[in-house]
């Protein structure tokens, strides 16, 4: 047997092994492309708009299923169809993940105020909802996350739908409002942590979101899985002692 033809035998295992790990790689990404889009998604809290429910570090379960798929459920957003399929409606008080109408890029989270239809209105720091304001109850204060300042939880109720908000001062901007209309096909979203959140109650010209369009729902945000303090990461061990470990496994309503 020649050099030529023994090197060449020796080169077949060699190619073998290759296509095997890159199919194996090429498997692995379609199975977790088709688990994140029709399944559920991972995302990470980098904001306090959503105290005292979500911390920033608060790494979270999205599922996907609730709402049907738009584009906006696939990675990067391809434009492969409009509308939803298996479309269904949001209700008031679900925490979702939405891209942000003027960019459709990039992932926002709130919590749903307003359906189609609805008149939503911020009257001296108070939520109406049709003319009829939501009620609260008081909870005690707080000191805000990251800060020296003080708040005050409330309880809030939207029509049988009861969570905490986070009330830190008042704030013209945010606490006092025009009449909005929830327009067919979209929703007027809020934070929890109502003085420190950029929502639908400012205009998208203004750098806010507006009302959101069906189509921008990714999903329904459903658990805490884990959480970490600031500069902490499950990929830096010599961080670990900083995890919020009382978050872990925390379902969201």
Avoid: C
């Avoid at 459920?73 to 298996?86: D, V």
């Avoid at 400012?202 to 899985?225: D, H, I, Q, R, S």
Wanted: charged share 25%.
């Amino acid at each position: 047997m020649s050099a030529d033809t023994k090197a060449t035998d020796d080169a077949a295992p060699v190619k073998e092994d290759t296509w095997d790990i890159v199919r194996t790689v090429l498997i692995a990404l379609l199975i977790t492309l088709v688990f994140r889009t029709f399944l559920f998604q991972p995302f990470t809290i980098p904001s306090a708009s959503m105290e005292p429910n979500l911390y920033e570090g608060d790494y979270i379960v999205v599922s996907k299923w609730n709402y049907g798929y738009s584009r906006h459920s696939i990675q990067f957003s391809p434009p492969l169809f409009k509308g939803r399929l298996f479309a269904q409606d949001a209700k008031r008080g679900d925490i979702v993940v939405f891209k942000l109408p003027r960019d459709n890029k990039t992932d926002y989270i709130k919590r749903i105020i307003g359906v189609p239809g609805d008149k939503i209105q911020m009257r001296n720091s108070q939520l109406f909802i049709n003319d009829e304001l939501v009620p609260v109850i008081d909870k005690g204060p707080v000191t805000a996350k990251y800060g020296n300042a003080y708040a005050t939880v409330q309880q809030e109720n939207l029509r049988g739908v009861s969570h905490l908000i986070q009330d830190l001062r008042y704030e013209p901007q945010a606490d006092e409002s025009e009449v909005f209309i929830v327009p067919e096909g979209h929703y007027f979203v809020m934070g929890d942590n109502r003085d420190d959140s950029l929502d639908s109650r400012f205009a998208a010209y203004n750098g806010g979101v507006g009302f959101v369009p069906a189509e921008n729902l990714e999903g329904k945000a459903t658990m805490v899985l884990i959480s970490w303090n600031r500069g902490a990461s499950l990929w830096k061990p010599w961080t670990w002692l900083d995890l919020r470990w009382d978050r872990f496994f925390r379902s969201l309503h």
